[in-house]
């Protein structure tokens, strides 16, 4: 099956500074990367998602970019603020169908003044 | 509209009793989906149904764990003879079907700890 791996775990970064977390994964069939964002407490919420017929994607200040021979893809956020602060989860599936996503371990970013 | 919807929010147990969370989801979502979080830790996908159906379950931990969906609405997931191991954030979402993927809403949690 799948596996996802996240890094780095913690993420600590300036108000203002950019942020990347990096994402592998193992079934080369998966073709759909979504990013999840959890606040303390609150439930996962969809910030970005990616399909293997794009490279790369931009939603204002978040980006994903994806390297299909490498199987791996990123999250970019620039100009991070103090709300950024949470934790990401990135996953892999499969299109065509409804299907399970593989998350990675999450990775605890703290955006500090 | 209203989101997904999970039901109890918390719950304490003893170790050996059964429990049933519920989930309802975004109405016309045909696909449902479970996870477990636990403590500090990422999503571990349970079981997922399409319809009333559940074409994965190979997430279940053990026999424990079941669960079922009725008029491709509400589930229940349901956990015999507690144990410790069980304790975590049950976290239900849904998501249109056919043809996708497609976005995953997710509820709230249930908090189940189990003493």
């Known amino acids: 099956g799948e596996n996802v791996e996240q890094h780095p775990s913690t993420l600590s970064v300036q108000e203002g500074d950019s942020a990347v977390i990096k994402c592998t994964y193992s079934?080369?069939?998966?073709?759909?990367f979504p990013w999840y964002k959890q606040e303390l407490g609150k439930r996962p919420q969809l910030i970005i998602d990616?399909?293997?017929?794009?490279g790369e994607k931009k939603d204002q200040r978040i980006a994903v970019t994806l390297n299909k021979t490498a199987k791996h893809f990123s999250l970019h956020i620039t100009e991070t603020q103090p709300e950024d602060s949470a934790v990401y989860f990135c996953?892999?599936?499969?299109?065509?169908?409804?299907?399970?996503?593989?998350f990675g371990t999450g990775t605890r970013l703290q955006v500090t003044l | 509209g209203a989101g997904v919807s999970q039901s109890p929010s918390n719950k304490v147990t003893e170790k050996g009793k059964d429990v049933e969370l519920r989930c309802d989801p975004i109405s016309g979502h045909t696909a449902l989906y479970w996870y477990r979080q636990r403590l500090g830790q990422g999503l571990e996908f349970l079981i997922y149904f399409q319809g009333n159906s559940a074409p994965d379950k190979s997430g279940l931990p053990s026999d424990r764990f079941s669960a079922e969906r009725t008029g491709e609405s509400v589930s229940t997931l349901t956990i015999q003879r507690t144990q410790q191991e069980d304790s975590a954030v049950y976290l239900c979402?849904?998501?249109?079907?056919?043809?996708?993927?497609?976005?995953?809403?997710f509820g709230p949690g249930t908090r189940l700890t189990v003493t």
């Open positions: 979402a849904s998501s249109r079907g056919q043809g996708g993927p497609y976005e995953q809403y």
């Open positions: 996953a892999a599936s499969l299109t065509g169908t409804a299907s399970k996503l593989t």
């Open positions: 990616i399909r293997s017929n794009v």
């Open positions: 079934d080369s069939a998966s073709n759909y």
